[in-house]
């Protein structure tokens, strides 16, 4: 089974694992800062998604960084480094029902209803997508909805399903998303994000701004230019693009307001 972490593919980072000294604060490169978090490079990654590690810009772009002082934070915590991988842990469809004493297909539909956002997904031999959930999120939802783990789902809910509604692909680019804004550094580059999940064409006229945002957004694909995508990167930027027409135009309406703040903060130079 290939895995697929959205958050390396739309994120590569370099290999240089030597610290760093940044406005007189040391930094550290993720590689390094997920040795001393005692984390494989995919929990980090995973770590970052769910915003229990702090991140900051590196220099001119380059890859992001992480302070002494977070790892210090991080590292003082109780229960370091244990509670810290426990929360990153992954379950799959089958465990998260596990988790939850539900039967798989109960799952299946809580998720597909957009209940609960998957963290990762993978893309299995027969290429079809596996969709895997923070183990931590999947017990607190059992938590705060037991309702749902018995009897018959609400009727508004059945009756989407029967419909063929399948919101985790959607809930996995609204977290997506969400992260990236967290991540971008300027109103460009926050209207850049939102642009990833869009053609930015569709609500941006003006080509010179339409040019600045497809040069600033999220790539999905870590090729070399001219070499031929991976099957994990063709089905990133296919997960990247908005489907729900309900989603599209709240992307559409979220790309507007960015543009517009976007041009009042910074005016493009002509």
Same mark, same amino acid.
């Given at each position: ?86 929360? !990153? @842990?992954?379950? %799959?469809? $089958?465990?998260?029902?596990? =988790?939850? *004493?539900? #039967?798989?297909?109960?799952?299946? &539909? ?27 999120? !999947? @017990?607190?939802? %059992?938590? $705060?909805?037991?309702?749902? =783990?018995? *009897?018959? #789902?609400?009727?508004?809910?059945? &009756? ?111």
């Amino acid at each position: 089974m290939t895995v697929i972490d959205s958050s390396t593919v739309l994120h590569p980072s370099v290999d240089d694992a030597s610290p760093r000294d940044t406005r007189g604060d040391a930094t550290y490169t993720a590689h390094w800062a997920a040795k001393e978090l005692l984390l494989t490079r995919a929990q980090f990654e995973l770590a970052v998604l769910r915003g229990l590690v702090t991140t900051v810009a590196g220099e001119e772009g380059g890859p992001r960084l992480v302070t002494r002082a977070e790892l210090d934070r991080l590292q003082s915590d109780d229960g370091f480094p244990v509670t810290l991988s426990d929360r !990153v @842990r992954l379950a %799959g469809t $089958a465990e998260a029902a596990d =988790l939850l *004493g539900i #039967a798989k297909d109960r799952f299946t &539909r809580i998720v597909k209803a957009g209940l609960l956002a998957p963290a990762r997904f993978q893309l299995n031999r027969y290429r079809s997508v596996v969709w895997h959930y923070f183990a931590e999120e !999947v @017990r607190e939802f %059992g938590a $705060a909805h037991p309702d749902l =783990l018995v *009897g018959r #789902a609400p009727e508004p809910m059945s &009756r989407r399903l029967r419909g063929g509604e399948d919101l985790r692909a959607a809930s996995w680019r609204d977290r997506t998303h969400q992260h990236l804004l967290s991540l971008a550094t300027g109103p460009w580059e926050r209207a850049a994000v939102t642009a990833s999940f869009l053609d930015p064409a569709d609500v941006v006229g003006d080509p010179h701004e339409r040019a600045r945002l497809n040069h600033l957004r999220a790539d999905p694909s870590s090729s070399r230019p001219g070499s031929v995508p991976s099957p994990g990167e063709l089905l990133t930027e296919h997960m990247m693009c908005a489907a729900v027409p309900e989603e599209i135009h709240g992307y559409r309406v979220l790309l507007a307001v960015a543009v517009a703040v976007a041009r009042e903060e910074v005016p493009m130079g002509r």
